[in-house]
């Protein structure tokens, strides 16, 4: 039961830090793009810086999505174990 209350709960972690990342990404894509506007680029050029900022934050959320899954990983792998340890060696303690 507590393996599938840290799964739930590493879902909605996930969800809530993938949301807070898209908002920077779109803060970050709207100040990008009136700056660049406001210099008179090209479209071309105000595309390509747009594509790196855009890169730059999937890169960050296939981080962050990596370094959750392990930790998620872990903390379930620990409770495996010790619930294996105690209930299925419990009975040798008595």
């Known amino acids: 039961m ?14 809530v830090l993938l949301g ?8 970050a894509i709207t100040e990008a793009r009136a700056r660049l506007e406001s210099q008179s680029l090209e479209a071309t050029e105000i595309e ?3 594509d790196a900022i855009d890169e730059a934050f999937a890169q ?4 962050l999505k990596q370094n959750l899954r392990l930790s998620l990983g872990i903390l379930e792998v620990s409770l495996l174990i010790t619930g294996t340890f105690l209930w299925g060696f ?5």
């Not at 507590?2 to 969800?15: A, M, N």
């Not at 807070?20 to 803060?27: T, Y």
């Not at 960050?60 to 981080?63: F, S």
């Open 60 to 63: 960050q959320a296939a981080i």
């Open 90 to 94: 419990g009975d040798l303690f008595v």
């Open 48 to 50: 390509k810086e747009l």
């Open 20 to 27: 807070r990342l898209r908002w920077r990404r779109r803060n």
């Open 2 to 15: 507590l393996g599938i209350w840290s799964g739930l709960g590493g879902i909605i972690q996930e969800r």
